[in-house]
């Protein structure tokens, strides 16, 4: 799923190409993408692009006073063609015809998760948004109080848009091992200390791949958002060699995701479990790093 910095290079390529441009064109391919009927989506042509922002992880286009509110999901992705294209091509769900080029709505896969919100006025686009906290502009102090509002596990409150905005499954795994900081750990055991790294790697992660993509990208309209990147330290590199320490980086699975995280850095050498891996293992599950690498050899 794109998470803030990717979403921050769209808005910001998206920005560039359409402030200003005129809807003409807008056709819905996928019946599942709409989930508003009020304005209409014809209502929304000939109307000017008058800014494009992001609202946690969705891509809002503001038209004048009605906002075009786009969540990529999983699989949604943006293509940006310049010259008017009759077809949308392989997994379009979506295509805008502007003035100046044509933007494709695309969704990969058979499980249409993308949407796509029409709405009038400031207010409809306030209650769109799930309320969490802007990682970028808050203070150490919102931040701390944000997390210790409610008692979760690290994990959850990194990727709750209602406590921290933007963040996901991919950025959560970074953060929590730059901030040396188990998955599992609850938010009420954490010591001011442990907010305070916690805020700083938050910061510098997203900060770090935010300006990351800008320098991939460049002119380019983005093409290859992923949440697996060459260079993450520990998010889809299960098996591998942590970066830091060398141990290899462990996961732990759950519906249809997945915490990596390295044992050495982050849980002291403990191993973490799901419920459904430590039922099934029971006592053969083993604990510790040290556990796991005599397991191999026997």
Same mark, same amino acid.
Request: overall charge positive.
């Given at each position: 799923?794109?998470?803030?910095?990717?979403?921050?290079?769209?808005?910001?390529?998206?920005?560039?190409?359409?402030?200003?441009?005129?809807?003409?064109?807008?056709?819905?391919?996928?019946?599942?993408?709409?989930?508003?009927?009020?304005?209409?989506?014809?209502?929304?042509?000939? @109307?000017?692009?008058?800014?494009?922002?992001?609202?946690?992880?969705?891509?809002?286009?503001?038209?004048?006073?009605?906002?075009?509110?786009?969540?990529?999901?999983?699989?949604? @992705? /943006?293509?940006?063609?310049?010259?008017?294209?009759?077809?949308?091509?392989?997994?379009?769900?979506?295509?805008?015809?502007?003035?100046?080029?044509?933007?494709?709505?695309?969704? *990969?896969?058979?499980?249409?998760?993308?949407?796509?919100?029409?709405?009038?006025?400031?207010?409809?686009?306030?209650?769109?948004?799930?309320?969490?906290?802007?990682?970028?502009?808050?203070?150490?102090?919102?931040? *701390?109080?944000?997390?210790?509002?409610?008692?979760?596990?690290?994990?959850?409150?990194?990727?709750?848009?209602?406590?921290?905005?933007?963040?996901?499954?991919?950025?959560?795994?970074?953060?929590?091992?730059?901030?040396?900081?188990?998955?599992?750990?609850?938010?009420?055991?954490?010591?001011?200390?442990?907010?305070?790294?916690?805020?700083? *790697?938050?910061?510098?992660?997203?900060?770090?791949?935010?300006?990351?993509?800008?320098?991939?990208?460049?002119?380019? /309209?983005?093409?290859?958002?992923?949440?697996?990147?060459?260079?993450?330290?520990?998010?889809?590199?299960?098996?591998?060699?942590?970066?830091?320490?060398?141990?290899?980086?462990?996961?732990?699975?759950?519906?249809?995701?997945?915490?990596?995280?390295?044992?050495?850095?982050?849980?002291?050498?403990?191993?973490?479990?799901?419920?459904?891996?430590?039922?099934?293992?029971?006592?053969? /599950?083993? @604990?510790?790093?040290?556990?796991?690498?005599?397991?191999?050899?026997?």
């Amino acid at each position: 799923m794109p998470e803030l910095p990717d979403v921050t290079i769209y808005v910001e390529h998206l920005e560039r190409r359409l402030n200003g441009a005129r809807l003409e064109g807008l056709r819905i391919l996928s019946p599942h993408l709409l989930r508003t009927v009020d304005p209409a989506p014809e209502d929304l042509l000939g @109307r000017r692009v008058t800014g494009v922002r992001r609202l946690g992880k969705r891509v809002v286009f503001a038209c004048d006073d009605c906002f075009l509110v786009i969540h990529l999901m999983i699989a949604g @992705r /943006f293509q940006w063609r310049q010259f008017e294209s009759g077809t949308a091509g392989r997994g379009g769900v979506a295509m805008f015809t502007f003035d100046r080029g044509t933007l494709v709505l695309t969704e *990969a896969g058979t499980r249409r998760r993308t949407s796509m919100h029409i709405l009038a006025g400031e207010a409809a686009l306030l209650d769109l948004d799930p309320g969490g906290l802007e990682p970028l502009s808050a203070s150490l102090e919102a931040f *701390a109080a944000a997390l210790r509002r409610e008692r979760h596990t690290l994990k959850r409150s990194l990727t709750d848009p209602r406590i921290l905005s933007g963040i996901g499954n991919a950025y959560s795994d970074e953060i929590l091992h730059r901030a040396r900081l188990s998955p599992l750990r609850q938010t009420h055991q954490l010591e001011d200390a442990d907010i305070a790294r916690l805020f700083v *790697a938050t910061r510098a992660t997203l900060i770090e791949w935010t300006d990351r993509l800008r320098a991939e990208t460049g002119d380019r /309209f983005p093409k290859r958002v992923t949440a697996f990147r060459e260079g993450m330290a520990v998010h889809g590199r299960y098996r591998q060699p942590c970066p830091d320490c060398g141990a290899p980086i462990q996961r732990i699975v759950y519906a249809e995701n997945e915490t990596n995280y390295c044992a050495r850095c982050q849980t002291g050498g403990r191993l973490l479990a799901d419920r459904a891996l430590s039922r099934l293992l029971r006592a053969d /599950f083993p @604990r510790t790093l040290e556990a796991l690498e005599e397991q191999k050899r026997t």
